[in-house]
């Protein structure tokens, strides 16, 4: 479980990163924190002949809230964001103790986790539930990917060859609003065999706004707009419960896998939402 | 930002890196490719640093990087140029330390493979963000041991952090 | 016994909290395990594996990797003309004919098909990658019932079938008792394992003054030593086998694997070291899988429940079963313990050990008493459901008294001693008080149940090894020096993979020579430098090592005595030695010191008695008497030298909507016989339950229709501390009157339990709805799946 060989930088710009990629195509690949590329080239599952770190990159490190959100540098850690306070996001902050253990965090960067796709990640899930956008760097400029747009399959992103992302904006939202972040992992850190993330508003008692997303159950993580929809204008009571777990299950589409079949999974994302809605209710 | 610019370094297969590991500076020549812990063990030969899976799964390559407890067998020799970098073997310049003398007093090691990673993890967090039982707990969890099912392993960590059971 | 085996004082060390030899290494990073030596000049091994489980091999291509710079040279079976295959010693097995290459065939996903040497291992990777391999795929035998049907693939084409082992006893006494009663029949599986060290193997080979020095991560250095003679042309006498630190071995690192002769037979050949660290992804695949038992019973049930008779299938799946030694062992000792400690005197048990295109098979701590323990003690709660009376006083009708014992199982097993019914008796009552505490918490929880459940146990230790083939079989050494500085030199062929080897026999040695603990050098695990010894399986080092330490210890003491009697001139029997010092009994001066006495006996042996032989050395080996090694013509054998026996309680939570199973109280009542480090007692219980309960419900090897291995080391779930819950352990001590001092083994007592009894707690949580808990491990998925969804 050695790496292949490969060729290795360490720019302290964007632009030069950028033009490191450029110049090598296909065959470069940034390396953020490494805690899902280096095993994968232990594993000898990615063969890149040239690694561009983008850890030395100042730019990249920023992490600042602004009026519509906390905008996160690419390669700021995941400890940073646990640890950091991150008013107004709180679904950023429960979603973070999940992911790996204390040492995977000290390493793995946001960017990393939502560039890698990985369909049973955290952060792609907060991303998508929060409408977070993607902020994309290319020789030619930035572009902005919503997160709805952003991830392409599994372990896939819609960043064209030689992007960098650069950072990403998680809008906040009011204090009002309430989170619940919930999944089930065969043991502490592993990945999630399911998850759900979930922010809602009330009025008297009433949704009137509710964000669903459930993750590890495909692809990417999806935004349950059928259990959405059953909450929509209602109190939270048991039928409520029951409409949205009984739409959750019956709208995704999950994969199988030793940890569970996908009817295993549809139950799990009903128990969970469930319980993610019954933690919101006022 | 005023920072100079830095001189732009093309791709190499060979990486210098100057560090400082265990207190003392280190400047190495690294292939591009070789993992923290191999230039650890092997190059440095500081092998109390052990390898038992190479995927970040099992923490018994554990080493505190500029006070983060990270694995060594998913970093990049290279990727750690103008760091700190703390082993087992820097753990206590004579002796054993107190978190070191509660593993022993407490039966915390069997085979000992795991300890290091163990040892690493520890002494590098702030027992204050692992509040409780459920905290020690939670604070070991990124370490696996297959010999002691953790039973001495939590004693040592109540006593070294002087936190009875039940308490 | 009692005479022959005694410490010879009041012992100090023993029963005592002595802290380990090795902690002080260890915890500062100095403990030197196989990875960690690089001799200069050191090469590195990489094994190319076949891909596919079960195919031909058509034409193997290395010029490519050959050509690689920094490689050394790439070799396949065809290169190993001077080699031989493992032998099988087992005249009632189909043989195998395991060799380290594959030769034609490969039978698993895994299995080693060529050997890259280079300068270090990511050149042997690089170039193993560009190793080609044709094969002709054949169909691939994935599970034991495809290899029993009788038209299923051959693995071995000189076979008569996939049974590398089938035996069939006479069951027609069973088969006249179950025919006039009601009968009861159940199938339980337990699943594919592995022992799952956080060191993996690893093994470094050199040639030093021509002879081959041999570092490796085995259990027993001596019977490596002996194989790789049969294996290499090479005489025994040029082989030396050490054993570093090892990172766990649970039986897994028992094997002599293809990689030990392949770095052994590149040093030969290439005069200069060669490592092998395997990394954790081969491991995966190519180290010892275990357990993978299907168990089918058959019972004559009396109306209060009672078993009158039971006819039994044990099967064992064994994985393409090229490993050495054979691995078709657990399957005996799972039939060796299908009555459990309860009196049921007609038991027959047929055994099958199949042959799959999987990983081999071996040894994992347990060694088919999981599953035996698994499946009888559902099938107690099961009889107990179906005929409707409490399982636990069905438990006590059958229970093994004080009175019945010595007894005799059903398979030859001699109980001589043991807790049976009074660990029971603690664990239901502690078990009982928890589980409604439990209750009581979860009362109002709709998305909760409680349940506990039990399992009372023996299980045979300090086993015949290889097989019951009366070849190499129960002995164990020592050697015990006093130097002419009064210190003391112990060399045993015991080994130490971290369950505190070393700091038993420094504790035993040190009391039984009466000497202070501090002056014992012990000296473990070194072909060239201890007795011929068995080392590590099956708990058995504390009572046979032990048995030999006291022998030897028996023998020095005896000189001791004599020149300290002649020194003294004092009569030997009024003697004790006492920290290192020989006086009167009561009166301490005048004293002799034990560097004095072995100056005498060593340096000024003119000061000996009369006609004394200088030297104050002994050697002693023990075997233990009553064990035996070939079964009788009805299949019984007594293969222990002691049984331990434990009871264990679990008290659960289930999360109706997870399918998740929460141990909330675990009770174990264990009784070794006598205690000798108690911490350490402590610890292999701690690390025991930790794997059961792992193998309940975290872990297994999964493989699909082609015989492709689904389980990588990220899901093969060994617990964190998380997962771990607290354990209450509760101490017996029944001595067996046929061991050294009493004692029994303690290793393997924590791991045999924990399936069944989570699966007859799940059975009680789950009631409600019937569950059929016959398999596990019973991850959450397989529990959800037991629970209706829509409740009311
Ligand atoms: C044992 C273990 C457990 C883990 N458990 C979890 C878990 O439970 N949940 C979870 O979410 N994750 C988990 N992870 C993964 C971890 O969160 C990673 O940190 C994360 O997936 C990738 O971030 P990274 O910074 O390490 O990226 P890297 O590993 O450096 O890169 C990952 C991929 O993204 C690309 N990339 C990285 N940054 C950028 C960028 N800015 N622009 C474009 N492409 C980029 C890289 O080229 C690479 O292809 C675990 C990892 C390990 C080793
Ligand atoms: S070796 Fe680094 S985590 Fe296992
Ligand atoms: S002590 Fe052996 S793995 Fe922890």
Redesign the pocket.
Same mark, same amino acid.
């Given at each position: 479980m050695k790496p292949p060989p490969f060729a290795y930088c360490r720019p302290h710009s964007l632009d030069e990163a950028l033009e490191f990629l450029a110049e090598h195509g296909d065959e470069a690949?940034?390396? %953020? @924190? @490494?805690? *899902?590329?280096?095993?994968?080239l232990n594993h000898r599952l990615?063969r890149p002949t040239v690694l561009v770190d /983008?850890g030395a990159i100042g730019d990249?490190q920023r992490m600042d809230r602004n009026e519509s959100g906390w905008r996160i540098g690419?390669?700021v850690t995941?400890r940073r964001v646990e640890r950091e306070s991150t008013e107004g996001c709180d679904l950023l902050r429960l979603a973070m103790p #999940? /992911?790996? !253990?204390r040492q995977?965090?000290a390493? @793995?960067?946001v @960017?990393? *986790?939502i %560039? !890698?796709a990985?369909p %049973?990640? &955290?952060?792609p899930a907060v991303a998508l539930t929060l409408d977070a956008t993607m902020v994309a760097a290319g020789l030619d400029g930035q572009r902005e990917i919503p997160a709805a747009e952003f991830f392409a399959g599994p372990y896939m992103?819609s960043?064209e060859e030689g &992007?960098?992302? *650069?950072h990403v904006t998680f809008p906040t939202v009011p204090p009002t609003t309430r989170c619940s972040f919930r999944e089930f992992?065969r043991r502490k850190?592993? #990945? %999630?065999v399911a998850g759900v993330a979930a922010t809602v508003d009330f009025e008297d008692g009433s949704v009137t706004a509710a964000s669903l997303t459930a993750f590890a159950v495909g692809s990417n993580p999806v935004r349950l707009t059928g259990a959405e929809a059953a909450v929509a204008g209602r109190h939270l009571d048991e039928a409520a419960l029951i409409d949205s777990a009984e739409a959750a299950a019956a709208e995704i589409e999950p994969w199988d896998d030793i940890h569970g079949s996908p009817q295993y999974r549809r139950q799990l994302v009903a128990a969970l939402l469930r319980r993610a809605l019954q933690e919101v209710a006022p | 930002m005023t920072a100079p610019k830095a001189r732009r370094v093309e791709p190499s297969v060979e990486v210098p890196i100057s560090l400082t590991v265990n207190g003392e500076a280190v400047e190495a020549m690294v292939p591009a490719r070789q993992l923290l812990a191999d230039f650890l063990r092997e190059e440095l030969r500081l092998t109390g640093t052990h390898v038992g899976c190479e995927?970040?799964?099992c923490g018994a390559c554990t080493i505190n990087l500029d006070g983060e407890p990270v694995?060594s067998c /998913?970093m990049l020799a290279a990727q750690v140029d103008g760091s700190a970098i703390t082993t087992v073997e820097g753990l206590s310049s004579e002796g054993l330390s107190p978190l070191q003398q509660a593993f022993k007093d407490n039966h915390g090691l069997q085979c000992g493979f795991c300890t290091p990673g163990f040892l690493m993890t520890l002494s590098t967090i702030d027992p204050e963000e692992y509040p409780g039982e459920e905290g020690i707990r939670e604070a070991i969890s990124g370490n696996l041991c297959r010999c002691t099912g953790y039973g001495g392993i939590l004693q040592a960590v109540r006593t070294a952090w002087d936190r009875p059971q039940d308490g | 016994m009692a005479d022959t085996f005694e410490l010879g004082g009041r012992p100090v060390y023993t029963g005592a909290h002595v802290t380990r030899r090795q902690d002080d290494a260890l915890l500062s990073g100095q403990g030197t395990y196989v990875a960690d030596l690089r001799p200069g000049g050191m090469a590195e091994m990489a094994v190319v594996r076949s891909p596919i489980a079960h195919g031909r091999i058509t034409a193997i291509r290395t010029a490519a990797a050959a050509a690689v710079d920094g490689v050394i040279e790439v070799i396949t079976a065809a290169d190993l003309t001077d080699v031989a295959p493992y032998p099988n010693f087992a005249a009632y097995t189909q043989t195998p004919g395991t060799f380290p290459l594959a030769q034609d065939k490969v039978r698993y996903a895994g299995s080693p098909v060529a050997v890259v040497l280079a300068e270090n291992r990511y050149i042997a990777e690089d170039a193993a990658e560009l190793v080609e391999v044709d094969y002709t795929e054949l169909p691939a035998v994935t599970s034991l019932e495809a290899a029993l049907e009788p038209d299923s693939p051959r693995l071995f084409e000189d076979w008569t079938n996939n049974r590398l082992l089938d035996l069939q006893p006479d069951d027609s006494e069973v088969a006249a008792i179950l025919a006039g009663n009601r009968v009861l029949r159940r199938r339980y599986k337990m699943g594919r394992h592995t022992a799952m060290p956080m060191e993996t193997r690893a093994a470094l080979a050199e040639v030093h003054n021509g002879r081959l020095h041999l570092w490796c991560t085995n259990q027993h250095a001596h019977i490596a030593r002996t194989t790789l003679s049969y294996v290499l042309p090479l005489a025994e006498r040029d082989i030396r086998v050490v054993i570093p630190y090892v990172g766990g071995g649970f039986g897994l690192k028992q094997h002599l694997y293809p990689e030990d002769v392949l770095v052994s037979w590149l040093a030969l050949r290439h005069r200069r070291p060669v490592r092998f660290v395997e990394d954790r992804a081969e491991h995966m695949i190519a180290a010892a899988h275990a357990r993978d038992h299907m168990i089918d019973i058959e019972a004559a049930i009396a109306d209060d429940g009672r078993i009158l008779a039971m006819r039994v299938q044990v099967v064992q799946d064994l994985g393409s079963a090229e490993i050495f030694p054979g691995a078709w062992c657990p399957a005996l000792t799972t039939a060796a313990h299908m009555t459990g400690p309860y009196d049921i005197r007609d038991c027959v048990v047929s055994v099958a050990a199949v042959t799959t295109n999987k990983t081999p098979g071996g040894s994992y701590r347990g060694f088919g008493v999981p599953e035996a323990v698994f499946a009888l003690e559902r099938f107690i709660d099961e009889i107990a459901a179906e005929v409707g009376v409490d399982r636990l006083d069905l438990r006590r009708s059958m229970l093994l008294q004080p009175a019945d014992l010595p007894y005799t199982t059903a398979s030859g097993a001699l109980l001589d001693s043991g807790s049976f019914a009074e660990s029971f008796e603690r664990v239901v009552e502690m078990g009982e008080d928890a589980y409604r505490q439990a209750g009581a918490h979860y009362r109002s929880d709709p998305d909760s149940r409680v349940g506990v459940g039990y399992a009372v146990l023996f299980e045979g230790v300090s086993p015949t090894h290889h097989g019951a083939s009366a070849h190499w079989m129960g002995h164990e050494s020592c050697t015990i020096e006093v130097q002419p500085d009064g210190g003391v030199r112990v060399a045993s062929g015991v080994t130490d993979q971290g369950q505190g080897t070393t700091t038993f026999v420094a504790t035993l040695t040190a009391d039984a020579l009466g000497v202070p603990i501090e002056t014992v050098r012990v000296e473990l695990a070194d072909s060239d430098a201890t007795p011929y010894g068995l080392g590590a399986f099956g708990s058995r080092q504390a009572v046979i090592g032990g048995g030999a330490i006291l022998l030897a210890a028996a023998d020095v003491r005896g000189k001791v005595k004599k020149i300290a009697a002649h020194m003294l001139e004092a009569p030997e029997d009024d003697l004790v030695i006492e920290a290192g010092r020989v006086h009167v009994a009561g009166s301490p001066v005048p004293a002799v010191t034990m560097a004095e006495i072995a100056t005498t006996a060593v340096i000024r042996t003119i000061d000996l008695p009369p006609g004394m032989e200088p030297g104050l050395e002994a050697t002693a080996r023990y075997e233990p008497e009553l064990m035996e090694h070939t079964p009788d013509e009805k299949g019984r054998i007594n293969a222990n030298a002691a049984y331990a026996n434990a009871a264990h309680a679990a008290v659960i939570r289930v999360d109706l909507g997870t399918g998740e199973i929460e141990i909330l109280d675990y009770i174990l009542a264990h009784d070794c016989g006598r205690v000798i480090n108690p911490p350490i007692v402590d610890g292999q219980i701690w690390g025991g339950i930790a794997q059961g309960l792992g193998g309940t419900l975290y872990e297994d090897l999964c493989f699909n229709d082609l015989g492709q291995p689904q389980t990588a080391f990220?899901d093969y779930l060994v617990p964190s501390a998380v997962e771990m819950p607290d354990v209450v352990i509760e101490h017996f001590e029944s001595p067996s009157p046929n061991t050294p001092l009493g004692m029994k083994g303690v290793g393997e007592g924590g791991t045999v339990g924990p399936a069944a009894a989570i699966g007859n707690a799940l059975a009680q949580a789950l009631a409600e709805f019937s569950p059929q808990i016959h398999e596990t491990p019973l991850s959450p998925a397989v529990v959800r799946a037991m629970i209706p969804d829509q409740r009311t």
């Amino acid at each position: 479980m050695k790496p292949p060989p490969f060729a290795y930088c360490r720019p302290h710009s964007l632009d030069e990163a950028l033009e490191f990629l450029a110049e090598h195509g296909d065959e470069a690949r940034p390396l %953020a @924190g @490494g805690q *899902s590329l280096v095993p994968m080239l232990n594993h000898r599952l990615a063969r890149p002949t040239v690694l561009v770190d /983008i850890g030395a990159i100042g730019d990249l490190q920023r992490m600042d809230r602004n009026e519509s959100g906390w905008r996160i540098g690419a390669t700021v850690t995941q400890r940073r964001v646990e640890r950091e306070s991150t008013e107004g996001c709180d679904l950023l902050r429960l979603a973070m103790p #999940f /992911i790996g !253990h204390r040492q995977i965090r000290a390493r @793995g960067t946001v @960017g990393g *986790s939502i %560039a !890698h796709a990985d369909p %049973a990640a &955290e952060l792609p899930a907060v991303a998508l539930t929060l409408d977070a956008t993607m902020v994309a760097a290319g020789l030619d400029g930035q572009r902005e990917i919503p997160a709805a747009e952003f991830f392409a399959g599994p372990y896939m992103n819609s960043l064209e060859e030689g &992007e960098i992302l *650069s950072h990403v904006t998680f809008p906040t939202v009011p204090p009002t609003t309430r989170c619940s972040f919930r999944e089930f992992a065969r043991r502490k850190g592993d #990945f %999630a065999v399911a998850g759900v993330a979930a922010t809602v508003d009330f009025e008297d008692g009433s949704v009137t706004a509710a964000s669903l997303t459930a993750f590890a159950v495909g692809s990417n993580p999806v935004r349950l707009t059928g259990a959405e929809a059953a909450v929509a204008g209602r109190h939270l009571d048991e039928a409520a419960l029951i409409d949205s777990a009984e739409a959750a299950a019956a709208e995704i589409e999950p994969w199988d896998d030793i940890h569970g079949s996908p009817q295993y999974r549809r139950q799990l994302v009903a128990a969970l939402l469930r319980r993610a809605l019954q933690e919101v209710a006022p | 930002m005023t920072a100079p610019k830095a001189r732009r370094v093309e791709p190499s297969v060979e990486v210098p890196i100057s560090l400082t590991v265990n207190g003392e500076a280190v400047e190495a020549m690294v292939p591009a490719r070789q993992l923290l812990a191999d230039f650890l063990r092997e190059e440095l030969r500081l092998t109390g640093t052990h390898v038992g899976c190479e995927q970040g799964i099992c923490g018994a390559c554990t080493i505190n990087l500029d006070g983060e407890p990270v694995r060594s067998c /998913i970093m990049l020799a290279a990727q750690v140029d103008g760091s700190a970098i703390t082993t087992v073997e820097g753990l206590s310049s004579e002796g054993l330390s107190p978190l070191q003398q509660a593993f022993k007093d407490n039966h915390g090691l069997q085979c000992g493979f795991c300890t290091p990673g163990f040892l690493m993890t520890l002494s590098t967090i702030d027992p204050e963000e692992y509040p409780g039982e459920e905290g020690i707990r939670e604070a070991i969890s990124g370490n696996l041991c297959r010999c002691t099912g953790y039973g001495g392993i939590l004693q040592a960590v109540r006593t070294a952090w002087d936190r009875p059971q039940d308490g | 016994m009692a005479d022959t085996f005694e410490l010879g004082g009041r012992p100090v060390y023993t029963g005592a909290h002595v802290t380990r030899r090795q902690d002080d290494a260890l915890l500062s990073g100095q403990g030197t395990y196989v990875a960690d030596l690089r001799p200069g000049g050191m090469a590195e091994m990489a094994v190319v594996r076949s891909p596919i489980a079960h195919g031909r091999i058509t034409a193997i291509r290395t010029a490519a990797a050959a050509a690689v710079d920094g490689v050394i040279e790439v070799i396949t079976a065809a290169d190993l003309t001077d080699v031989a295959p493992y032998p099988n010693f087992a005249a009632y097995t189909q043989t195998p004919g395991t060799f380290p290459l594959a030769q034609d065939k490969v039978r698993y996903a895994g299995s080693p098909v060529a050997v890259v040497l280079a300068e270090n291992r990511y050149i042997a990777e690089d170039a193993a990658e560009l190793v080609e391999v044709d094969y002709t795929e054949l169909p691939a035998v994935t599970s034991l019932e495809a290899a029993l049907e009788p038209d299923s693939p051959r693995l071995f084409e000189d076979w008569t079938n996939n049974r590398l082992l089938d035996l069939q006893p006479d069951d027609s006494e069973v088969a006249a008792i179950l025919a006039g009663n009601r009968v009861l029949r159940r199938r339980y599986k337990m699943g594919r394992h592995t022992a799952m060290p956080m060191e993996t193997r690893a093994a470094l080979a050199e040639v030093h003054n021509g002879r081959l020095h041999l570092w490796c991560t085995n259990q027993h250095a001596h019977i490596a030593r002996t194989t790789l003679s049969y294996v290499l042309p090479l005489a025994e006498r040029d082989i030396r086998v050490v054993i570093p630190y090892v990172g766990g071995g649970f039986g897994l690192k028992q094997h002599l694997y293809p990689e030990d002769v392949l770095v052994s037979w590149l040093a030969l050949r290439h005069r200069r070291p060669v490592r092998f660290v395997e990394d954790r992804a081969e491991h995966m695949i190519a180290a010892a899988h275990a357990r993978d038992h299907m168990i089918d019973i058959e019972a004559a049930i009396a109306d209060d429940g009672r078993i009158l008779a039971m006819r039994v299938q044990v099967v064992q799946d064994l994985g393409s079963a090229e490993i050495f030694p054979g691995a078709w062992c657990p399957a005996l000792t799972t039939a060796a313990h299908m009555t459990g400690p309860y009196d049921i005197r007609d038991c027959v048990v047929s055994v099958a050990a199949v042959t799959t295109n999987k990983t081999p098979g071996g040894s994992y701590r347990g060694f088919g008493v999981p599953e035996a323990v698994f499946a009888l003690e559902r099938f107690i709660d099961e009889i107990a459901a179906e005929v409707g009376v409490d399982r636990l006083d069905l438990r006590r009708s059958m229970l093994l008294q004080p009175a019945d014992l010595p007894y005799t199982t059903a398979s030859g097993a001699l109980l001589d001693s043991g807790s049976f019914a009074e660990s029971f008796e603690r664990v239901v009552e502690m078990g009982e008080d928890a589980y409604r505490q439990a209750g009581a918490h979860y009362r109002s929880d709709p998305d909760s149940r409680v349940g506990v459940g039990y399992a009372v146990l023996f299980e045979g230790v300090s086993p015949t090894h290889h097989g019951a083939s009366a070849h190499w079989m129960g002995h164990e050494s020592c050697t015990i020096e006093v130097q002419p500085d009064g210190g003391v030199r112990v060399a045993s062929g015991v080994t130490d993979q971290g369950q505190g080897t070393t700091t038993f026999v420094a504790t035993l040695t040190a009391d039984a020579l009466g000497v202070p603990i501090e002056t014992v050098r012990v000296e473990l695990a070194d072909s060239d430098a201890t007795p011929y010894g068995l080392g590590a399986f099956g708990s058995r080092q504390a009572v046979i090592g032990g048995g030999a330490i006291l022998l030897a210890a028996a023998d020095v003491r005896g000189k001791v005595k004599k020149i300290a009697a002649h020194m003294l001139e004092a009569p030997e029997d009024d003697l004790v030695i006492e920290a290192g010092r020989v006086h009167v009994a009561g009166s301490p001066v005048p004293a002799v010191t034990m560097a004095e006495i072995a100056t005498t006996a060593v340096i000024r042996t003119i000061d000996l008695p009369p006609g004394m032989e200088p030297g104050l050395e002994a050697t002693a080996r023990y075997e233990p008497e009553l064990m035996e090694h070939t079964p009788d013509e009805k299949g019984r054998i007594n293969a222990n030298a002691a049984y331990a026996n434990a009871a264990h309680a679990a008290v659960i939570r289930v999360d109706l909507g997870t399918g998740e199973i929460e141990i909330l109280d675990y009770i174990l009542a264990h009784d070794c016989g006598r205690v000798i480090n108690p911490p350490i007692v402590d610890g292999q219980i701690w690390g025991g339950i930790a794997q059961g309960l792992g193998g309940t419900l975290y872990e297994d090897l999964c493989f699909n229709d082609l015989g492709q291995p689904q389980t990588a080391f990220m899901d093969y779930l060994v617990p964190s501390a998380v997962e771990m819950p607290d354990v209450v352990i509760e101490h017996f001590e029944s001595p067996s009157p046929n061991t050294p001092l009493g004692m029994k083994g303690v290793g393997e007592g924590g791991t045999v339990g924990p399936a069944a009894a989570i699966g007859n707690a799940l059975a009680q949580a789950l009631a409600e709805f019937s569950p059929q808990i016959h398999e596990t491990p019973l991850s959450p998925a397989v529990v959800r799946a037991m629970i209706p969804d829509q409740r009311t």
